[in-house]
């Protein structure tokens, strides 16, 4: 099926968990709180075969929208585990390979959760930014760094004393 990205967040969660809601803002926004719940907890190899959390260390077990952070401002690779799945397939996930990893504390994400980060085109992903780009984050830096919407990007600081140099005219 490929990766939906909301389309599939909007089938489970705004349409078919959160439908009997009347107010369809509301239905978001509860999905939206649920998935930040991510940064509270870990996967477990022994309960999904996944391995790592989804926050780094400092945000993990704190309940706010270090998740989605996580997923726009981090480099992600793929990687592939020996254990097999149910359907005797590999298991894959996403790992933190940026300058910012932590040795101690493994983070990671899902197809699933990278999905959100990308637009689809009849079911096929976009290109990553990262086959042209030596920063390995998923989208275009040089704008989040002009928008001022972060401090870090692939684990590197920097200061934008003008978070809205974007905006100006030359």
Not at 65 to 85: A, D, H, R
Request: aromatic content about 10%; charged content about 20%.
């Amino acid at each position: 099926k490929g990766c939906q990205g909301a389309k599939s967040v909007q089938e489970v969660f705004v349409d078919n968990i959160y439908g009997a809601l009347d107010d369809e803002d509301l239905r978001w926004r509860m999905t939206a709180a649920i998935s930040s719940a991510h940064t509270v907890g870990m996967a477990h190899p022994e309960n999904s075969g996944f391995d790592g959390h989804w926050s780094d260390m400092h945000n993990q077990g704190h309940f706010n929208n270090n998740y989605y952070k996580s997923l726009l401002f981090k480099g992600w690779v793929p990687e592939t585990f020996e254990k097999f799945n149910a359907k005797n397939s590999f298991m894959h996930q996403w790992r933190r390979a940026d300058i910012g990893q932590e040795v101690h504390h493994k983070e990671m994400m899902l197809d699933s959760d990278i999905c959100l980060a990308y637009k689809s085109l009849n079911g096929e992903l976009m290109p990553l930014l990262s086959s042209t780009r030596q920063c390995c984050a998923r989208i275009n830096p040089n704008l989040v760094m002009e928008t001022g919407q972060t401090e870090e990007i692939c684990g590197i600081s920097y200061t934008n004393s003008n978070p809205f140099s974007y905006m100006q005219k030359d």
